[in-house]
């Protein structure tokens, strides 16, 4: 099965996008892994079982690329793509971050690199220095599923991101939930105070996105919102 999703390229990519609380505003979109061999978390897990999953995310991050051509289209907005841990620590991946600059020289400047912390890390020295690297060169970070993984708020502390994204848990009836809505504003207050922008995703409730808006969250993203869509029938406003 992974020989064919990752050497023959057997997977394709959904996107869904995320909009300003302040005016409703796109600023982009996440890409979603899908292949018909089956669900992405069951895919990566067996791709990291067999150590290929350096290879299958390489080639995902360079399909979005390709397909994007980004320096031709300076007004798409933020491509939100999800990397593990293990990807940004691999010893190959400064040169293919670096052979994809020299193909599409403005690509860092529409990327954001979703940390997925659901990947525990040992050595938390070596990936925040490759952060940095990433950073230098102009991407953007984001830590993925915060409050669902096994460390959000060390991540959040040493990796130093532009964007947290609170998993779709603080968002499933928030509007009747004071302890999520409390959670939500001391989270917020450290973020920005950090200069930190907060996205709640899996916002499916009018009344949980109003109250979002009202607590102070920066941008949200759910199936109220917008419905995840093929990339190749994707039109971009």
């Known amino acids: 099965m992974l020989h064919h999703i990752i050497e023959k390229g057997n997977f394709h990519h959904f996107t869904q996008s995320l909009f300003q609380t302040s005016n409703w505003e796109r600023i982009g979109g996440e890409i979603l892994f899908r292949s ?5 978390d069951v895919i990566f897990q067996q791709a990291k079982t067999v150590n290929k999953l350096f ?10 690329f390709h397909t994007y051509n980004l ?8 491509l939100f793509i999800n990397v593990f841990p293990s990807t940004i620590l691999h010893k190959e991946f400064p040169n293919f971050i670096k052979g994809l600059l020299f193909q599409f020289p403005k690509i860092s400047e529409k990327v954001v ?33 915060v409050g669902k993984g096994w460390s959000s708020l060390h991540l959040i502390i040493e990796l130093e991101p532009q964007y947290i994204k609170l ?15 409390e959670m939500i504003k001391s989270i917020l ?30 941008i949200c993203q759910g199936f109220l919102l917008h419905k995840p869509q093929p990339i190749i029938d994707f039109v971009w406003k």
Not at 71 to 78: D, L, R
Not at 119 to 135: A, G, H, P, T
Not at 167 to 181: G, H, T
Not at 193 to 218: H, N, Q, R
């Open 36 to 40: 018909e061999y089956g669900a992405p």
């Open 55 to 64: 290879e299958l995310e390489s080639k995902s991050i360079f399909k979005i």
């Open 71 to 78: 320096q031709e289209s300076p007004s798409k907005g933020f």
């Open 113 to 145: 690199f979703e940390i997925v912390e659901t990947d525990y890390v040992e050595n938390m020295y070596s990936l925040k220095e490759k952060i940095n690297f990433i950073k230098n060169l102009g991407f953007r970070i984001a830590i993925d599923d």
């Open 167 to 181: 998993d779709r848990y603080f968002s499933i009836n928030l509007s009747s939930s004071p302890l999520k809505q």
């Open 189 to 218: 207050q450290y973020a920005h105070f950090s200069k930190i922008d907060v996205v709640l995703e899996g916002i499916e409730k009018e009344t949980d996105l109003a109250v979002a808006k009202a607590l102070g969250v920066d």
